[in-house]
């Protein structure tokens, strides 16, 4: 019952690519393009809900479709491949990067050469529909529908205040946008390692172009470091498949999970962890951890839209995937250890350099990358536990992050700047888009969020696997993440005599912000039903047992604390209306102005009071920190992978 729906989720947002690129840019037709986005994103959604209530009228269990009568979409994939080679070997050639079309030159002649050597000669699922895949149809589709929606209104204003310096082509955007939603779908639900490849690729073309779409000169620049570092993945990728296919003869995913935990123990066991860990590497690119974070950093120059979209809340998302499949065959391994200390690493030292950004947006990418890195940890050292708070962390972290990139790119068109020290009060200035900010960043990092659950349950099964070092950088970073955080957070609800700001937010894209608000909060409130229903299931799934990691009694008990969490201040607000203030002003070592903001020197100079935030800059900024920490952790690939490697052969 669920095979047109499958086709239909890849394919429709093609077809509606097209739509976005044919329609012509004009007022009238703006209009038509835009009417198009909303009913082909409530129709995505809508296509999510009827998957999910199949699989579950079905009875939850995997569906593994075959290659019968799938000829065609193979043939298609070879197709798919030379098109994305030749736009890339085009792009490559226009900017004078020639060596970076030679990524994905040769991994497009080796997945056809393997397509049609007779190597694969095993029957393979093309398409599996489990837990984890309808988890990630579920982000894809809900929270990537509302990210369209909200660029609606965003990309309108954003041409409006950068008509001058930046060409409206808003038609390529969103084509773009489309083909990346259909990208995904096909990648979470593939099992066939070669389809797999073909979204992957499709995936980091669709970041390049999006990273470039100002035509600036630094947005080139970044969109090629993003092209050639996701490409240099799908090279490791297009190894691991090959050389799994001329062992096993199969190319599926689940195959070779499978393969590798029963070769475990085996004089086959060595050999078989390199494909695992080659994908592996793949998945470390994608989800840009350290040494490969710069490329997540430098994609801040994007539209705000596709930061939200592709760089937080699904495509980086498509690395944790992998690692999560993969997760079961790296415990206990050198691949396991390697995958979870760079993630632990990351984490760590991408906590340490947020600190001393104040644009909003830095802090947003360091924190993605920090928390990937969690993420990416939890899936190396692969235990119950482990994937237990990997799965809450994905789930949080794609609604919150999706909801503050889209908060601080309507901030910066109502406040002209994203600057976190120009937040001053924002509560007072932008009701809304602060209090909605407030539940984003209290979901990151406060109890009872989940975020912090997660973070505490990885921590605990890093004890109780007695490793010191994933510990140490847990405590750590989760320290370090807080600072952060609490700036940022005390910043937004710190009183202020500045002048108020009109809202110049789009109906759209308060709606978008809005249903990611309420979903955070419900998200928490619905987390015990989430543990018992979806997320126990899943590790049955993946490990053939499940995990407590809370008793349901703590579960329903921080379901009570969050009522509290919003329940307290709006009552404290209330009561606030009715009080009688007599408020005084502070003595500021000089002659008050009649303004709490503002005082006379002893020079007879007029001094106003500013508050400002302590960030560290010279310390822990990028440019002192970023360079040892990619050479230690390229430092710790190639020593890994070569053990690894040297091990096999």
């Known amino acids: 019952m669920t095979v047109p729906i499958v086709p239909f989720l890849i394919i429709f ?82 900017y ?17 050469w393997l397509e049609k050597s007779g190597y694969i000669t095993k029957e393979t699922p093309r398409i599996y529909i489990d837990h984890l895949s309808i988890l990630m149809c579920l982000i894809v589709g809900v929270i990537g529908s509302l990210i369209v929606i909200y660029a609606v209104g965003y990309m309108h204003g954003y041409h409006h205040y950068l008509h001058q310096r930046v060409q409206d082509r808003r038609n390529y955007f969103f084509m773009v946008l489309f083909i990346f939603l259909g990208a995904m779908f096909g990648f979470v639900l593939s099992d066939s390692l070669t389809w797999i490849q ?43 498949i090959i050389m799994f296919a001329m062992t096993t003869g199969m190319n599926s995913l689940a195959g070779l999970v499978s393969f590798a935990e029963q070769a475990a123990g085996t004089p086959l066991g060595d050999f078989a962890i390199v494909p695992v860990a080659l994908i592996a590497f793949a998945a470390l690119t994608k989800a840009a951890q350290l040494p490969f974070s710069t490329w997540l950093l430098g994609a801040m120059v994007a539209p705000t839209p596709s930061s939200a979209l592709l760089h937080s809340a699904t495509m980086v998302k498509a690395g944790i995937y992998v690692l999560f499949r993969l997760s079961p065959a790296m415990h206990g391994t050198v691949t396991g250890n390697m995958v979870a200390f760079v993630g632990g690493f990351t984490f760590l030292m991408a906590s340490f350099i947020a600190i001393a950004q104040s644009d909003g947006k830095k802090v947003l990418a360091m924190s993605t990358i920090s928390n990937l890195g969690l993420m990416v940890a939890c899936a190396g050292m692969g235990t119950p536990e482990t994937i237990w708070a990997g ?81 140490f950088m847990i405590i750590f970073g989760s320290a370090t993440t807080s600072f952060y955080w609490t ?40 987390m015990p039903i ?37 329940v307290v201040p709006v009552i404290s607000y209330e009561a606030s209306k009715k009080m009688h203030a007599n408020q005084k002003l502070s003595y500021m070592s000089g002659i008050n102005t009649g303004k709490n903001d503002g005082f006379v020197d002893s020079f007879g100079n007029e001094r106003r009071l500013t508050l400002s935030n302590y960030y560290f800059a010279n310390r822990l900024g990028i440019r002192k920190l970023m360079v040892p920490c990619q050479l230690i952790s390229m430092a710790v690939l190639i020593v890994m992978m070569a053990m690894i490697i040297g091990g096999a052969f």
Not at 96 to 112: D, E, G, H, N, Q
Not at 421 to 445: D, T, W
Not at 496 to 508: G, L, W
């Open 96 to 112: 004078r990067k020639y060596w970076i079309c030679i990524l994905s030159i040769v991994p497009t002649i080796a997945i056809t």
């Open 391 to 471: 799965i809450f962390l994905m789930i949080f972290h794609a609604v919150s992050k999706s909801l503050l990139f889209q908060d601080v790119g309507a901030t910066e068109n109502s406040l002209g700047s994203r600057d976190i020290e120009n937040m001053h009060g924002l509560l007072y200035r932008l009701p809304f888009l602060a209090f909605c900010m407030f539940i984003g960043i209290a979901g990151m990092f406060l109890a009872p969020f989940g975020m912090l659950i997660s973070k505490w349950a990885t921590l605990r099964s890093s004890i109780d696997e007695n490793n010191i070092i994933m510990t």
């Open 530 to 566: 989430l543990t018992k229903t979806f997320v126990e299931p899943l590790l049955a799934e993946m490990f053939g047992k499940t995990a407590e990691v809370l008793p349901m009694s703590i579960l329903y008990l921080l379901v009570f604390i969050i009522v509290f969490v919003f």
């Open 198 to 240: 073909l979204f992957w690729e499709i995936t980091s073309v669709c970041s390049f172009l999006l990273i470039g779409y100002t035509r600036e000169p630094v947005a080139i620049r970044n969109s090629f470091r993003a092209l050639w570092m996701n490409l240099l993945g799908g090279c490791a990728l297009t190894i691991g």
């Open 13 to 94: 947002p093609m077809i509606i690519a097209f739509l976005m690129l044919v329609i012509p840019l004009n007022p009238k037709a703006n209009r038509v393009r835009n009417a198009i986005a909303y009913i082909s994103c409530v129709a995505i959604m809508a296509a999510v809900g009827i998957l999910v209530a199949m699989w579950i009228a079905g009875g939850t269990k995997p569906i593994a479709l075959y290659s019968e009568g799938m000829e065609l979409a193979d043939n298609a994939t070879i197709v798919g491949e030379f098109i994305l080679m030749i736009v890339v070997t085009f792009l490559s050639f226009k």
């Open 487 to 526: 700036k940022w957070l005390g910043k937004l609800i710190a009183q202020t005599n500045e002048e108020p700001v009109k809202d110049i937010t789009k109906p759209n894209e308060k709606i978008s912000i809005a249903i990611h608000a309420v979903l955070m909060v419900l998200l928490c409130v619905l």
